[in-house]
C-alpha cells in the first residue's frame, strides 16, 4: 500500500461518524504503514525543496506547549452541582451505569468540599505558570466556555465567575484567565464536544471567552481532539479561527498527518482551501501516561518516546507540539513527566513560542505551504 501524500494532508480519508464519538478517534492511513512515528511529509519537502524552516535566533526547531483546562477545581460545590445536572440530562445518550457512577463521583467530591481542609488537587494553574516561568517557557492555554446550546456528558463544568485559588488568593476564573494574558501567554478557546460539526455552537462559544478575555481569541483545539476532516475545517473559517491545533491522537503520539509543519486546513465540504493554520499536536499526557488508556507506559518510557520524538521534529526543524493538562500535574507521574520534558526539550534551545506565535512566523516568514506544495506534486503524477 502506498499513501497519497496531498490527499493525507487534506484529510481526504475519514472514518463514518460512530454515533458521537470521535470520527477518526485514532485512525490514519500511517498506522497501516507503521509511519506514525515519522514526519514522512516534511521529510519529501527537504527531500525536493532542499530547505528547511528557520526559527527566530537560528534555533533549531519550535516547542508549542499547550494546556486544555478542562478542570480548574475537583471538590468545588457548584461545579459538582452542575456535573450531576449534566450527567442527567445526558443519561438517555449515555449508559446509565456510567451516568450514576458519575454522579456518584459528583457527590463523593462535594462531600470531600464539605468536610476536607486543604488543597484542592486540580487547582493547579499557578504551579503549572511557575514551572513554565522558570524554564522561561510561554505556552497556551486553552479555556473552555461557560454555555453550551447542545450538552454532551463530557463537556466541562467550571464558570468564569467559579472562584479557587490561585497563588494563595481566591480569584475567578475571570481574573485568571486575564492574568494569563497579561503575563504573556496565550488564551486560546477549547471548544467543547458538539461545536465540531456546527458554526452558531462554535461561535456562541468563542464569543463568550472573547467577552471575559477583552480581545479576540485566535487559536483553538476542540475537546477530546473531536475533529472531522469534512466538517470542521468550515466551522473554524466561519468562526474566524486563524490556528488549531486538534489534530493529534488520544490514545497514541505520532504525526497524524505525516507532518510537524504547520499547514493550512482545506475544507471538504465546499471543496476550497481555507486561511485555517493547523499546528498539528504531537505528543499528548494522557495519551502516554493515563493507566485506563492509550498506551499506559512509565514515566521513563515516555521520556524515551518524548526523545525520539523529539529528535524526528529536529531533524526536520519542525514544531513539536505537546498537550499537558493543567489538572494531571496532581499526579507525580504527570508532573515528574511534565518537567523532565521541559528540562530534556531545554537542552536543545529550541523556541518556545505560543501557537499564535508559531502560526504567525510560519505566515510571514518561513512561508512554506506544503499544501500547495503536495497539491502541485499530486497533479504532476496524475497528468
Ligand atoms: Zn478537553
Not at 490514519?28 to 532542499?50: F, M, R, V
Request: aromatic share 16%; hydrophobic share 35%.
Amino acid at each position: 500500500m502506498s499513501i497519497n501524500y496531498y490527499e493525507l494532508i487534506i484529510g481526504k480519508f475519514f472514518r463514518p461518524d460512530i454515533k458521537d464519538y470521535v470520527p477518526d478517534f485514532a485512525y490514519s492511513p500511517l498506522n497501516i504503514l507503521g509511519k506514525l512515528y515519522e514526519p514522512i511529509i516534511d521529510k519529501y519537502w527537504i527531500e525536493k525543496s532542499k530547505y528547511k524552516p528557520i526559527w527566530p535566533d537560528k534555533k533549531p526547531y519550535a516547542v508549542c506547549i499547550t494546556h486544555d483546562v478542562d478542570h480548574v477545581s475537583r471538590y468545588n460545590f457548584p461545579q459538582n452541582l452542575r456535573a450531576i445536572k449534566k450527567a442527567i440530562k445526558s443519561m438517555e445518550k449515555r449508559k446509565t451505569k456510567k451516568s450514576l457512577s458519575m454522579i456518584l463521583e459528583s457527590f463523593g467530591n462535594v462531600l470531600n468540599y464539605i468536610f476536607r481542609n486543604g488543597k484542592d488537587p486540580y487547582s493547579n494553574l499557578d504551579l503549572l505558570i511557575n514551572i513554565e516561568k522558570n524554564f522561561d517557557v510561554r505556552s497556551t492555554f486553552f479555556f473552555a466556555p461557560e454555555k453550551v446550546l447542545k450538552i454532551h456528558f463530557s463537556d466541562c463544568v467550571y464558570k468564569y465567575n467559579d472562584k479557587i485559588y490561585f497563588f494563595g488568593k481566591k480569584k475567578t476564573i475571570a481574573d485568571i484567565i486575564r492574568y494569563i494574558a497579561k503575563e504573556g501567554f496565550e488564551v486560546g478557546l477549547h471548544s467543547q464536544w458538539w461545536s465540531y460539526n456546527d458554526p452558531i455552537e462554535f461561535a456562541n462559544q468563542k464569543k463568550q471567552l472573547e467577552f471575559v478575555l477583552g480581545k479576540k481569541v485566535y487559536s483553538n483545539r476542540n475537546h477530546f481532539l473531536k475533529f472531522d476532516n469534512r466538517l470542521t475545517p468550515y466551522v473554524y473559517k466561519k468562526g474566524r479561527i486563524l490556528y488549531d491545533s486538534s489534530l493529534g491522537f488520544n490514545d497514541n503520539i505520532g504525526f497524524r498527518r505525516g507532518t510537524s509543519y504547520p499547514f493550512y486546513l482545506y475544507d471538504l465540504s465546499n471543496n476550497k482551501k481555507t486561511g485555517v493554520m493547523e499546528i498539528p499536536l504531537i505528543v499528548q499526557d494522557s495519551a502516554m501516561l493515563l493507566k485506563v488508556k492509550g498506551l499506559r507506559i512509565s514515566v521513563k518510557k515516555c521520556l524515551e518516546y518524548v526523545y525520539e520524538i523529539k529528535e524526528k521534529v529536529k531533524s526536520t526543524s519542525g514544531v513539536l507540539t505537546i498537550l499537558w493538562h493543567p489538572h494531571s500535574l496532581s499526579s507525580k507521574n504527570f508532573y515528574v513527566a511534565f518537567t523532565e520534558v521541559l528540562k530534556m526539550l531545554k537542552e536543545d534551545d529550541p523556541w518556545f513560542a505560543t501557537v499564535a506565535e508559531v502560526g504567525e512566523w510560519w505566515k510571514n516568514e518561513v512561508k512554506i505551504n506544503i499544501v500547495d506544495f503536495l497539491e502541485e506534486e499530486f497533479n504532476k503524477k496524475e497528468g
